[in-house]
């Protein structure tokens, strides 16, 4: 099941069942299923719940056969996926030539980092450039979404607690993660990935969510990424999932030793080669941009990189 997350006419946050020829609203899978779906919200609230999965698949089939008119999911407005998750955890480093390219050794375990829901933005909003970079980069990745709690679970079992999965932007600012190529003469870095990763925009998360029976990770997913700057489709990253070093289900298991997972948490499992920083000369974002990232069965994402000042976002 894909299920597609937007806001309704009153700005609130509504759940519909994409399918070939359309969407199922939200209002008319109310209006087919057996109890209210009111407060439903975004999928990943649905996904937590296999009870509420299976009456929303069933909905969507009864409101198709009833004939309802299905909606274009372009005229509405989108939300991202997921938009409160409690963890966000990013893995580093979970492609071999993304390593290659950084001139990293593969690593014998996954390397972890945290994002929070501040960074979280949906399709089409803008990307902000904060004062003190000069080098936002991008990270096309799969997000994998868990459902059920999950605490020291085998990869095995791992399978059956994730609810689906979204494509992901993982924005980072190289300079503050401490990137040679993205250093100016005596500059550092941060010396950890906090604010380079975590500062608000840096997530843009597309508004589907696909359920795991959709998709087969085993055969491979295809990811890339495009900078489109003065009208030109710049090509950067071009990958796909069969090459994670460290598959899902295993993700998955070795977070959850020493991490409880939560119904709603987001795991982004890594980008492949091809990002800005590790180009001669590199390419960083620049206000004016907007970049795409699009992983095959799922969707893209397509946001515009802003400065600081032109931030959209009213202050405090």
Known sequence: MRLFSYADKYGSART??????????????ERYARFPLLTLGDPGTVAINEGMRTELAKASARARKAGV??????TRYALPAVFAPEKIIGIGLNYADHAKEGGREVPKRPLMFAKFANAIIADGESIVQPPGTEALDLE?????????????????????RIAGYVVVNDVSARDWQGNVAALAEGQRGDGQWLR??????????????????ELD??????????????GEEILMQDGNTHDLLFDVPTLVSLVSQEITLEPGDLIITGTPAGVGVFRD???FLRPGDRVRCEVEGIGSIENPIVDWTGDPRAGI
Do not use: H
Not at 140 to 160: C, F, K
């Open 16 to 29: 519909g069942v994409l399918t070939d020829d359309g969407l199922v609203s939200g209002n008319q899978l």
């Open 69 to 74: 008119k299905l909606r274009n999911p372009a």
């Open 140 to 160: 096309v990745e799969l997000g994998a979404v868990i459902g059920r709690r999950t605490r020291r679970v085998t990869p095995e079992q791992a399978s059956a």
């Open 196 to 213: 380079a990763k975590g500062s608000d925009t840096f997530l843009p998360v597309g508004p589907v969510m696909v359920t795991p029976d």
């Open 217 to 230: 990770l085993a055969a491979g997913l295809r990811l890339r990424s495009w900078i489109i700057r003065d």
């Open 281 to 283: 000369p590199p390419v």
